[in-house]
T-cell receptor
Framework: DGGITQSPKYLFRKEGQNVTLSCEQNLNHDAMYWYRQDPGQGLRLIYY???????QKGDIAEGYSVSREKKESFPLTVTSAQKNPTAFYLC?????????????FGPGTRLTVL | AQKITQTQPGMFVQEKEAVTLDCTYDTSDPSYGLFWYKQPSSGEMIFLIYQGSYDQQNATEGRYSLNFQKARKSANLVISASQLGDSAMYFCAMREGNNFNKFYFGSGTKLNVKP
């Protein structure tokens, strides 16, 4: 089955630690995205990547880093510089063939900082 | 200014009735796309419907239709014949013009379908 996988589903981190969230897609999509969702709020874009080895900052990139070494993978690192990292993180992918008119989302990772 | 505004934090609808979820948007770009997503309590985002700014007709997908009023900059979602499984958060989103990689999301509307 084609789709997007995110791991882990739940993640706990101590303050001051970096943590990496995994996102993999087997849809052969060009573009991948990371969003953050806080309780009762919509999604905010952290980073996006249209092609391998290239990525752009979204609206709330501070304290986060990404890499895109492979088309199918777009890991997100939450660094200790992120002041309030507890949130729900969603990864998505999109296809240039549809003009990016649809984003497919993964199941999300819920990060809690202890 | 907010790019996407959803003014209804919560809505109730009786099963089998229709419901309209409001969405207004703000852009000066003549080319844009509007989207609706459903987010059940499990957290995944499910794409429902898409409307392009140059589309002449309102988009429809099964029980979902998008009431696109360009002059008013509104893109309301209409769900016909509501089902209990429709209970979820609903998000309106917009993609602007030449940046096909940047999406803006509203704050969402929580829909509860009553039996």
């Amino acid at each position: 089955d084609g789709g997007i996988t995110q791991s882990p589903k739940y993640l706990f981190r101590k303050e001051g630690q970096n943590v990496t969230l995994s996102c993999e897609q087997n849809l052969n999509h060009d573009a991948m995205y990371w969003y953050r969702q806080d309780p009762g709020q919509g999604l905010r874009l952290i980073y996006y990547s249209q092609i391998v080895n290239d990525f752009q900052k979204g609206d709330i990139a501070e304290g986060y880093s990404v890499s895109r070494e492979k088309k199918e993978s777009f890991p997100l690192t939450v660094t200790s510089a992120q002041k309030n990292p507890t949130a729900f993180y969603l990864c998505a992918s999109g296809n240039s063939g549809t003009g990016y008119n649809e984003q497919f989302f993964g199941p999300g990772t819920r990060l809690t900082v202890l | 200014a907010q790019k996407i505004t959803q003014t209804q934090p919560g809505m109730f609808v009786q099963e089998k009735e229709a419901v309209t979820l409001d969405c207004t948007y703000d852009t000066s770009d003549p080319s844009y796309g509007l989207f609706w997503y459903k987010q059940p309590s499990s957290g995944e985002m499910i794409f429902l419907i898409y409307q392009g700014s140059y589309d002449q007709q309102n988009a429809t997908e099964g029980r979902y239709s998008l009431n696109f009023q360009k002059a008013r900059k509104s893109a309301n979602l209409v769900i016909s014949a509501s089902q209990l499984g429709d209970s979820a958060m609903y998000f309106c989103a917009m993609r602007e013009g030449n940046n096909f990689n940047k999406f803006y999301f509203g704050s969402g509307t929580k829909l509860n379908v009553k039996p």
